[in-house]
């Protein structure tokens, strides 16, 4: 068993390293031939801000998770800890990075949204859609106004609208940036007011933030009640070592108690993202 234990633990941190060396390669791969051709490369997969940066952050999550559960096998700590330690980091890091993605998701569509508005009250003064992104752009912060940028930029050297929107939409896969990328392509096609359009996309973005922070905040009491249970779980079994420590540290060193506590901390863990997952918002 404890072999099994070691042999997991290796196994992980050699995957977790290969991957980010493939990544790593693709990616040089990918810039390379976008010097070369002049031109954006196409990927089976999105090259997002948001998605780009949490696969790699996946990466990392899995890495140290590995690695930590490593180091406390090499420490002496029973394999089924070190695995159960292993999993209950893994899931607390990949749950923390789901939040920072979705802090960062409501930050660009609030400032996309703010952009829209720029963009809706320079067109209505007379500009061309280059000049009203190039309004929004004085106005917008980071992480939206570098793609903005390089938006109005791609316009500016008379790149098709068309495509350039779509690169926006890849560089950001999300339902609003895909609503407002593909309403202004669409206007481009067939003609009509684009001040219409954008001010109705801009009301849809508005009652989707609205939405998405009504549900997150009904969401937040399952989140607490999961980590509250996960607490008390220790608490409780603080209170038992207080009460008779030799007897209960004699149960921990057994391979029938380290089996049982390790199978708890896994079991704690993936109830954890299971109740995450059920709350998450989709779409």
Not at 232 to 255: H, K, S
Request: aromatic share 6%; glycine share 8%; hydrophobic share 55%.
């Amino acid at each position: 068993m404890v072999e099994f234990g070691l042999i997991l633990l290796l196994a992980g941190a050699v995957a977790t390293g290969g991957y980010l060396y493939v990544q790593a390669r693709r990616q040089q791969v990918l810039e390379r031939f976008a010097a070369e051709t002049g031109e954006i490369a196409d990927e089976p997969a999105p090259a997002p801000v948001v998605g780009s940066v949490l696969k790699q952050r996946r990466a990392l999550v899995w890495f140290v998770a590995a690695a930590v559960g490593l180091i406390a096998y090499l420490l002496g700590l029973r394999a089924f800890y070190c695995v159960a330690i292993t999993v209950q980091l893994l899931v607390a890091l990949l749950l923390l990075e789901e939040m920072r993605v979705e802090k960062l998701t409501s930050k660009i569509e609030t400032q996309l949204v703010e952009a829209i508005d720029l963009m809706i009250g320079a067109l209505r003064a007379g500009a061309s859609l280059p000049v009203g992104i190039e309004s929004a752009i004085g106005e917008s912060r980071k992480p939206l106004r570098p793609l903005l940028e390089n938006l109005a930029g791609r316009l500016r050297m008379g790149e098709a609208p068309g495509r350039a929107f779509a690169d926006l939409e890849r560089r950001l896969p999300l339902v609003t940036v895909r609503l407002f990328a593909l309403s202004i392509a669409v206007n481009i096609e067939a003609g009509g007011s684009l001040v219409d359009v954008l001010v109705g996309v801009a009301r849809t973005i508005r009652d989707r933030i609205e939405l998405a922070q009504r549900a997150r905040a009904q969401s937040v009491q399952a989140q607490l009640s999961a980590v509250a249970i996960l607490i008390i779980g220790y608490l409780l079994a603080l209170g038992m070592w207080r009460t008779n420590e030799e007897r209960f540290l004699g149960f921990l060193v057994t391979d029938l108690g380290a089996m049982l506590l390790g199978s708890a901390m896994i079991l704690q863990a993936l109830g954890l993202a299971w109740m995450s997952r059920l709350s998450r918002l989709e779409g």
